[in-house]
């Protein structure tokens, strides 16, 4: 099944009621996101990051001072992250803010006076195809995104603009199986 049947398939009802199974399918993890956890800094405060979740990319998700913004996003529990769909904010209308050069940092909080001494996970450099609805989602190097409790994206540029915008983003992957010991029956012999 290819990526884009998978993406489909997970936005009709992602895993079983009966909990995750790793049977390999990629899920949107949006359901995965824990909310509270969350942050984001220079942010727009009439453009927070909440929008970038909502699924309309006129509202997303804008920096305030200058072109770099710090998103941190937690999930609920850990996942296996596949990649990422960064969507350009209001169907391109203002492509100079564009991100252009992300820094990806996992399992860690990083802001704007320590991120240039600790080396990122992954940098990804996108292009305006690649912020495009109809884009395929960046893909990651997967060995490296195998348990993630929370991921830093942190916007270093733009395509020229004051500030930078995204539209929406969402984390395509699956959740780390775990075993619930509670499930286990002592056993008399």
Not at 11 to 37: F, R, S, Y
Not at 43 to 65: E, H, Q, Y
């Amino acid at each position: 099944m290819d990526l884009a049947s998978q993406m489909a398939a997970a936005a009709e009802g992602g895993p079983p009621a009966g909990g995750p199974q790793d049977d390999g399918k990629l899920l949107n993890l949006g359901v995965k996101i824990a909310t509270n956890e969350c942050y984001a800094k220079n942010v727009d405060s009439r453009f927070p990051m909440t929008n970038l979740f909502i699924g309309d990319s006129r509202l997303g998700c804008k920096s305030d001072a200058d072109e770099q913004l710090i998103l941190h996003i937690s999930f609920q529990e850990f996942v296996k992250l596949h990649s990422i769909k960064f969507t350009e904010f209001n169907t391109g209308t203002d492509p100079e803010s564009n991100p252009s050069k992300i820094h990806i940092f996992l399992n860690r909080e990083v802001g704007f006076e320590d991120w240039e001494d600790i080396d990122p996970t992954q940098t990804l450099h996108l292009t305006a195809e690649d912020l495009k609805e109809s884009a395929d989602p960046t893909a990651l190097k997967y060995v490296k995104f195998q348990r993630v409790r929370n991921i830093t994206l942190f916007i270093e540029d733009n395509a020229g603009g004051d500030i930078s915008a995204l539209g929406s983003l969402k984390f395509i992957g699956r959740p780390v199986l775990t075993v619930n010991m509670d499930d286990f029956k002592a056993q008399k012999g």
